[in-house]
């Protein structure tokens, strides 16, 4: 019995610490989980935006956090274009963009880590999130995939690369 209550006290400890520090991000209070200090709020409150959902230059809605997807014709030459082969930690990434009408129509993966079975089923499922994701921001702004931390940055490198590539 006083097992039980002692585990039940620290869980609603744990709870309502996991709680503040969360609380704490989300109104600036905190650091980013990335190492960077969140940028202090200014002006006065009503200088926030209206509710609903941000939107790109275009009128598409835009993540918060990431920048704004390139409106059409975002200065990308029509083409394909392969970026870097960026070496991870479990093996190499690398990405091919297809551009047309100045928007990244398509997005191949030409190398993901497959150094063993795992590396294989992780990257079957980040594959094709990845994939999305960068068709969805227009950019190299992507989300990384939990479970695939190395895979996501070494596609992000490539990217941005391919992307570098098709603006010269």
Same mark, same amino acid.
């Given at each position: 019995?006083?097992?039980?209550? @002692? #585990?039940?006290?620290?869980?609603?400890?744990?709870?309502?610490?996991?709680?503040?520090?969360?609380?704490?991000?989300?109104?600036?209070?905190? %650091?980013?989980?990335?190492?960077?200090?969140?940028?202090?709020?200014?002006?006065?409150?009503?200088?926030?935006?209206?509710?609903?959902?941000? =939107?790109?230059?275009?009128? @598409?809605?835009?993540?918060?956090? =990431?920048?704004? @997807?390139?409106?059409?014709?975002?200065?990308?030459? !029509?083409?394909?274009?392969?970026?870097?082969?960026? $070496?991870?930690?479990?093996?190499?990434? $690398?990405?091919?963009?297809?551009? #047309?009408?100045?928007? +990244? %129509?398509?997005?191949? !993966?030409?190398?993901?880590?497959?150094?063993?079975?795992?590396?294989?089923?992780?990257?079957?499922?980040?594959?094709?999130?990845? =994939? $999305?994701?960068?068709?969805?921001? *227009?950019?190299?702004? +992507?989300?990384?995939?939990?479970?695939?931390?190395?895979?996501?940055?070494?596609? =992000? %490198?490539?990217? *941005?690369?391919?992307?570098?590539?098709?603006?010269?």
């Amino acid at each position: 019995m006083r097992r039980a209550l @002692a #585990a039940l006290a620290g869980t609603a400890a744990g709870t309502t610490l996991l709680l503040g520090l969360r609380a704490g991000f989300a109104t600036g209070h905190g %650091t980013d989980p990335s190492g960077a200090d969140d940028p202090p709020a200014s002006g006065p409150a009503s200088a926030a935006p209206p509710p609903g959902p941000v =939107r790109s230059p275009g009128g @598409a809605p835009a993540t918060p956090g =990431r920048p704004p @997807a390139p409106s059409p014709g975002g200065g990308l030459r !029509a083409g394909s274009f392969s970026g870097p082969t960026a $070496q991870t930690r479990y093996g190499p990434v $690398q990405v091919r963009i297809t551009v #047309a009408g100045g928007r +990244i %129509t398509d997005v191949t !993966a030409l190398q993901l880590p497959e150094s063993h079975g795992e590396s294989v089923r992780i990257n079957k499922r980040a594959g094709p999130v990845l =994939r $999305q994701e960068a068709l969805t921001a *227009q950019s190299a702004a +992507i989300d990384t995939v939990s479970g695939a931390t190395y895979t996501s940055q070494g596609y =992000r %490198t490539s990217l *941005q690369g391919a992307l570098a590539t098709a603006r010269a």
